[in-house]
């Protein structure tokens, strides 16, 4: 070993550092390089570890040498440090970088049931005319449920409502919204505009048309000189409000034992507009609610004279309604929870 060629190693060191510094790709890539060549084990110290074999006197010349390699390593690569801290630092801040203006992620909104949406609508039409929205409960006893309505336990009229019964000492679900009629009456003086919207339910084979729970709303007028033609300009305009103004309208014979007359009320069929259809059962008519002007044994069960006042109800299936504005077939859809389904409403 001689002071040339040691001399030599280091130069060569050097240039093979500073040149491995200017192609380095990234920081980490510097890290190594200064291990591997400014490091304890590093490269400038092995070749000065031979340093000892040479004469005395050439010992402090490689020594130098040594040294102004180091410093220009160092420098090299503190100077491609820099460089490339900025690039990273620059492509980190492009990759992190937040664009406010992006549109957000679309949040899926529920919506109201077609059933809720339903019996709202038809209140917000009622409520019009001054009626107000009342509630009964759902578990109602047979005397409010029937007897009131002029239903004694043994009427035939019974077979109308098939009960589901809650024990024996005559508590029932409910089978239809008329007991409110009779909780209302207990409540309020006349004049009175009642609106009752619920959950009914009835012991029920269920099928595409008939369920063990639905809706009802329920509609009570009592005043002084109501009468049947009150009644029948309300539905009208009900009926247009709900189907159309141009939908014709017609009010047939009906029976219910709370009303005296009693009334159907059809609306000419949504579907062949009276062409004779299976959906109107080949009629050209569809029935959307019962009603009649209140029995007098009713008024008097409610607490009313019917000598001073006279009243009118009506009654209808808030499914049915739905069923027909949005040409739904098969009642068993509302309950099903299916999301395709209640979307369709929204
Ligand atoms: N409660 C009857 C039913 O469930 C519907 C009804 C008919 C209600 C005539 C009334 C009415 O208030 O006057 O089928």
New binding site residues.
């Given amino acids: 070993m001689d002071l040339a060629q040691l001399t030599s190693d280091l130069e060569a060191l050097r240039a093979r550092a500073i040149a491995a510094a200017a192609a380095a790709p990234d920081t980490a890539a510097l890290d190594a390089l200064d291990v591997e060549v400014l490091g304890k084990k590093g490269g400038i110290t092995a070749i000065l570890r031979s340093i000892g074999a040479l004469p005395p006197e050439d010992r402090p010349r490689l020594g130098a040498v040594g040294n102004e390699v180091r410093a220009a390593v160092e420098a090299a690569i503190s100077a491609a440090r820099a460089r490339l801290s900025a690039s990273e630092l620059a492509a980190r801040l492009a990759a992190e970088a937040v664009d406010v203006t992006t549109p957000g992620r679309p949040v899926r909104r529920g919506s109201l049931h077609p059933i809720m949406e339903t019996a709202r609508e038809i209140a917000d039409v009622f409520a019009q005319f001054g009626f107000v929205v009342y509630e009964g409960p759902e578990v109602e006893d047979d005397v409010t449920n029937f007897q009131m309505l002029n239903i004694p336990p043994d009427h035939p009229a019974r077979d109308?409502?098939d009960t589901l019964y809650l024990d024996l000492e005559g508590r029932l679900l409910r089978?239809?919204?008329?007991p409110g009629?009779i909780r209302v009456m207990h409540q309020e003086q006349p004049p009175i505009r009642a609106l009752l919207p619920g959950r009914?339910f009835r012991y029920e084979a269920v099928d595409a048309s008939h369920a063990s729970e639905f809706f009802?709303v329920?509609?009570?007028m009592v005043d002084e000189g109501t009468s049947m033609a009150d009644l029948k300009g309300l539905l009208d305009q009900f009926a247009h409000a709900m189907f159309g103004a141009d939908r014709p309208t017609r009010f047939r014979p009906?029976y219910?034992p709370?009303?005296e007359p009693?009334v159907a009320f059809d609306i000419l069929c949504v579907i062949c507009n009276g062409e004779k259809c299976p959906a109107c059962s080949r009629t050209g008519w569809m029935t959307i609610?019962?009603?009649?002007m209140?029995h007098p044994v009713v008024l008097r069960y409610g607490g009313i004279d019917p000598e001073r006042y006279q009243g009118?109800?009506?009654?209808?299936g808030v499914e049915r309604i739905a069923n027909l504005r949005h040409h739904v077939v098969d009642l068993r859809q509302y309950m099903e929870d299916d999301l395709r389904f209640l979307g369709a409403f929204r």
């Fill in positions: 109308l409502w089978t239809h919204t008329s009629q009914c009802q329920e509609g009570l009906g219910y709370f009303t009693s609610l019962g009603a009649g209140v009118f109800a009506f009654g209808m």
